[in-house]
């Protein structure tokens, strides 16, 4: 897989994982960041399509990017 994210975002890898475990790690690794940065998500959950939405809504992020690569779901947060 080819490193596409812009220099200085943070990615965090949930392949694998199921709802509620890839919201749960993202608002983990979003809590530990500066506001304004941004983290980039990559899940395989079909669930995460609906709950990282939800939980940007939430919690008050920006979803900057939503986007289906094969069977991988990714996300662009930028942290309130």
Do not use: W, Y
């Not at 530990?32 to 899940?43: D, E, F, K």
Request: with cysteine; net charge positive; charged share 20%.
């Amino acid at each position: 897989m080819s490193d596409n994210h812009p220099k200085g975002e943070t990615v965090l890898d949930v392949t694998g994982l199921l709802c509620p475990l890839p919201v749960l790690k993202a608002r983990k690794r979003l809590e530990a960041m500066a506001s304004g940065a941004v983290l980039s998500v990559i899940a395989t959950d079909p669930m995460s399509a609906i709950d990282m939405p939800h939980f940007c809504n939430e919690q008050g992020h920006v979803l900057l990017s939503q986007q289906q690569q094969g069977q991988s779901f990714h996300f662009r947060i930028k942290r309130k």
